[in-house]
């Protein structure tokens, strides 16, 4: 049954010619067209966007069976499009992870990994992996290990921190077999006490690999299950108003055994979100031999409007990726690096194969460039394929301008929010100022799309990324980027729209309210153009349209979107906490401020409770109503 919404001025036509399927009526529309930036209704068939004006534009198509929408005059922009967001991999393992993003305290977090742990069945694990940082909290600090060990002392828990560091309690050591004897990989260390043991401290040094074999120790969901988890965890990114995503691939996502979920949620039209995915090779020595096998099975463009394949990246090969781990130095380019990246691109270009290559550093951008100059002496680069950087945090002007007569173009992330203190304590507040060169990027005339390289660094709320864009701070408050180097609300916009939706080559379908684009859009629940900027980031999607289909509604528009199925397994961190810990947005319903609240309370007397007990005036397992006093025990 279609529900229709009468409203005055949009009355049904019974002889409509082509009705509407929707229509969203009375919202101010920042359509990111040029050339018709505002409108205040949309009128939506068969996925796309038929006519938008004002009322008596999209009146005609309203016939009896279509849905009107009142937006409440809320602003209205088009569906946000994150350029380097790990969300196949993400969506796998969402269910079993304990999110601290948005976390105000490191006191709570605490709090929920103990309550967690008393959940969490025998044989797994509680897990909390990334989108976090310890500049956050309120203590300005990560945990210790022997404060996860009294929250957990039987249960293991990982903690990750970045791609820098992750902690786990005894648990944890024991689960995954680290002993005396154990051997970290080349790049990574497992720290130890005086006597030679794990304390659960392990380091990227500077690479991840450590960290991501321990935590790919851990138990996995069922194939059921990484269905169930991948639903819930787009439906979460529609929360905030994401549409569309290119997934950058990563570590331990194998293709096509990883991509299962997606593809068949795909198959079973149950994607609330547009994924175009890249191919990542997974093992290093036999990155040729992942992609010929890639090469012969798909083709870039295979798919959909809603999952595609979009080339190959991050990594075409292991040897010449940098890292972004800025508490340490940058790390020294092999001998190999260069030959095997040459033969991966001609492999890549004589098969018609666009590519994204991650490069942090102005030093690993210049060697790659010579690279590609060294093909296009002899054979042509890049014989018209799209290609691009990832991150350029230090990329150098004379880069840029190589990049650009390259054909290239970039995809830059919030990381610095995260990770800026780290970098400006290396390199100082100047070039922190300028990391990256945002501004010269555009001006370079380049192509720059925005995004968070969530999950397991930036929190994958887009709003935090795009209020970095803007004002330029970290996650803590602190000042980075300087004036210059910041851009107005209309251009990060656009970063987080047209600009990732060139990057697959949908730009003349995606990211602008127009007649014959993709009806992607979100309704805010604050104005994006007006909030103070310190706000942005509080910033949710109260509606959350894709192809013309409602995948999220929230507050005034509750109950408009299909329910979601049951959260399973139902001991799942996101049961009982959901992601994102939504704080000091404004006018959040009220259950949502009650839940907040119960869970600050609670941290608290939890708090308390501890204190206590380590100075003699409670007992360990007592009845939480027990009056305990070691003055009056007989």
Known sequence: MINVMPVDGVSPVPDAREPADLVVRNGRVYTGDRARPAVSALAIRGGRITARGDDSDVAPFVGPRTRVVDALNRRIIPGLN???????????????????????????GLWMLREQAARTPRGQWVRVVGGWTGEQFAERRLPTVSELNAAAPDTPVFVLHLYQSAILNHAAVKAVGFTKDSVAPPGGQIVRDHSGEPTGMLLAAPAAGLLYATLGKGPKLSDEEQLGSTRHFLHELNRFGLTSAIDAGGGFQNFPENYGAVMKLAEQGLLTMRIAYHLFPQTAGQELDDLRRWIGMVRPGDGDAWLRLNGAGENLAWSPADYENFTEPRPTRPEQADRELEAAVRLLLDNGWGFRLHATYDETIRANLDVFAKIAADGGFPRGVPWFFDHAETVSEAGLDRIAKMGGALSIQNRMMFQGSAFTERYGAARAADAPPIRRMLDSGLTVAAGTDATRVSSYNPWLSLE?????????????ASPENRVDRATALRMYTVAGAELTGEGDVKGILKEGCYADLAVLSEDFFSVPEEDISHIESLLTIVGGRVV?????FEGLAAPLPEVEPSWSPVAHYGGYHRTAAPTPPSGVRQAQALVEAAAESEEHRQWRITRGFAQDGAHPTEIFDACFVL
């Open 82 to 108: 994150d350029s380097h967001l790990h969300v196949i991999r993400g969506g796998l393992n969402y269910l079993l992870e304990l999110r601290w993003d948005g976390v105000p305290s490191l006191r709570t």
């Open 468 to 480: 970095w864009l803007v004002r330029g701070r970290s996650i803590g408050g602190r000042l980075l």
């Open 552 to 556: 999220h509604a929230a507050g005034e």
